[in-house]
């Protein structure tokens, strides 16, 4: 009896798995192809994602929502529906103050560039968000932490300009650690020179849009990040000018968890909404079509 049970469980598996010649095999993909796939795991949940379903969702967590971080061009070509150009690609850094750290500053350049594909740390495009033309700007935090050079100074005020001389609306996505300190006093002045342009806009009733997405710090925060016409924040995004860490030891008082995050800011008055990635086309997009028409009228 027993033996005819184990006949009746074992033989059809066999039977199934055994190759017919001339009937072709299923070709359903192994577990291990699907294991091999490239994939990121989040460092919130540590839930591993494969790139492709990550890409897909725009580079948000599918298993608990975290925002990961996005490249400058990535994000643009994902925020605009059709780019006209990109802009401020002829400026280049120079190395007016030779500075050296642990390694001579053009070397770090470099090494950056190679890193990222990009020259410098913040990409420029005009193009349409939905019927809208706009220009829009983005910091690539791979680029050196983000930091604010001349060239991303130079970049940034060239977009302004534009922005104002063809009275599009401008967007800037703000991610940097903040001024670029192998420049210097150079660095620092891009926070006057950058604020002036952004006047200029509100002067002119061009509007002006901040999307603050994780880091946003230091001489950035200070100058063209917080002074938009309307801040949208990331969930979760860090935003602060000096450090955690470094408020810390200054007011000798260890400071709560949800200390500069953006649903923090956003109870304090700092930001005006915290967005979904999910929701940001839709929601800049209301956003300007409201403040270009009551600009027009
Ligand atoms: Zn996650």
Same mark, same amino acid.
């Given at each position: ?31 291990? /192809? ?37 490249? /400058? ?64 700007? /983005?910091?690539?935090? !791979? ?92 969930? !979760? ?7 955690? !860490? ?52």
């Amino acid at each position: 009896m027993s033996n005819q049970a184990d006949i009746a469980s074992t033989e059809p598996t066999i039977w199934l798995n055994r190759s017919v010649p001339g009937i072709k095999q299923s070709t359903v993909p192994t577990l291990s /192809a699907v294991a091999t796939e490239p994939s990121t795991e989040c460092p919130e949940c540590h839930a591993m994602t494969t790139n492709t379903a990550l890409i897909l969702n725009q580079n948000v967590c599918p298993e608990c929502d975290h925002h990961l971080p996005m490249t /400058a061009r990535k994000r643009l070509e994902w925020f605009l529906d059709s780019v006209d150009k990109e802009l401020g690609q002829e400026f280049n850094a120079g190395n007016p103050l030779q500075f050296v750290d642990s390694k001579p500053y053009p070397e770090r350049m470099l090494e950056a560039q190679r890193k990222t594909g990009e020259s410098e740390g913040l990409v420029v495009m005009s193009g349409k968000l939905k019927n809208l033309d706009i220009i829009a700007c /983005a910091f690539d935090f !791979r680029f050196m932490g983000g930091s604010m050079g001349s060239v991303v100074g130079d970049r940034f005020v060239q977009a302004a300009e534009k922005a104002l001389a063809e009275r599009k609306p401008l967007v800037c996505f703000a991610a940097s650690g903040g001024a670029r300190m192998q420049e210097g006093l150079l660095s620092l002045m891009q926070m006057a020179r950058t604020s002036a342009a952004i006047e200029r806009l509100r002067l002119a009733g061009v509007p002006y849009v901040v999307i603050l997405t994780n880091p946003v710090y230091g001489g950035v925060t200070a100058s063209l990040a917080m002074l938009g016409d309307v801040h949208i924040a990331e969930p !979760r995004a860090m935003i602060g000018f000096a450090g955690k !860490r470094v408020i810390e030891q200054t007011v000798r008082e260890v400071l709560d968890e949800p200390f500069q995050r953006a649903e923090f800011l956003l109870e304090k008055g700092t930001v005006d909404m915290v967005v979904h990635r999910h929701q940001l086309i839709d929601t800049t997009h209301r956003i300007l079509a409201k403040l270009t028409k009551a600009n027009a009228a």
